[in-house]
């Protein structure tokens, strides 16, 4: 399994920015997804997920669950995070991971990450 | 929200040793929902264990995970140079994933 994230760089506290993230070696269909962050020297923190796509219920955790949205496009194998009024503490390296097994929510594989700067 | 609190922030150990890393949960939490991972420096994280004790495709023996209620441990039984990193365990709950704050192996 391959996870390949784009669409990080600089961006204004308030602005917005969308994050892609392909995947490959998977029935993405079926996949689970998931975004994870970084700030920088700092630890892992968790984003939001979406489900597959019979689903695509989508959860964010509660610092951005107002800003940020994830959704996904099967046709692509793709999902997405759209970030708005963003804040100089979202700067980070944003992961995008598979969860490789849905009961016991472990992220199998995880991509390079792309780093989101938001500076004035 | 179960929170993780890892301990030690920082373990100095020697090539060869024994590591013991801990993970603690707020509240008792499924076996099935605990996590471990590898971060190398200015690399993506890894799984290494998935519910507790199983260990991912590819993962070295010397890597095994334990523990159940509350209390959880990855051991790495003999530290190759390249097991020093930051570890990371993480829980899977009630749709929400959580880490702990990570352990450094660094070398002694």
């Known amino acids: 399994v391959q996870v390949v994230e784009s669409g990080g760089g600089l961006a204004k506290p308030g602005g917005s920015l969308r994050l892609s993230c392909t995947a490959s070696?998977?029935?993405?269909?079926?996949?689970?997804m998931t975004w994870v962050r970084q700030a920088p020297g700092k630890g892992l923190q968790w984003v939001g997920r979406i489900k597959n796509k019979g689903s695509g219920e989508t959860i964010c955790a509660a610092p951005v669950n107002d800003r940020f949205t994830i959704s996904r496009d099967d046709s692509k194998a793709a999902v997405y995070l759209q970030m708005s009024s963003l804040k100089t503490e979202d700067t980070a390296v944003y992961y995008c991971a598979w969860i490789g097994d849905a009961l016991t929510g472990h992220l199998a594989s995880w991509g390079q990450g792309t780093l989101v700067t938001v500076s004035s | 929200e179960i929170v993780l609190t890892q301990s030690p922030g920082t373990l100095s150990l020697s090539p060869g040793e024994r590591a013991t890393l801990s993970c603690r949960a707020s509240q008792s939490i499924s076996i099935n929902s605990l996590a471990w991972y590898q971060q190398r420096p200015g690399q993506a994280p890894r799984v290494l264990i998935y519910g507790a004790s199983n260990r991912a495709t590819g993962i070295p023996d010397r890597f095994s995970g334990s523990g159940s209620g509350t209390d959880f441990t990855l051991t790495i039984s003999r530290l190759e140079p390249e097991d020093f990193a930051v570890y990371y365990c993480q829980h899977y709950g009630g749709s929400l994933y959580t880490f702990g704050q990570g352990t450094k192996l660094q070398i002694k």
């Open positions: 070696g998977l029935k993405f269909d079926d996949a689970w």
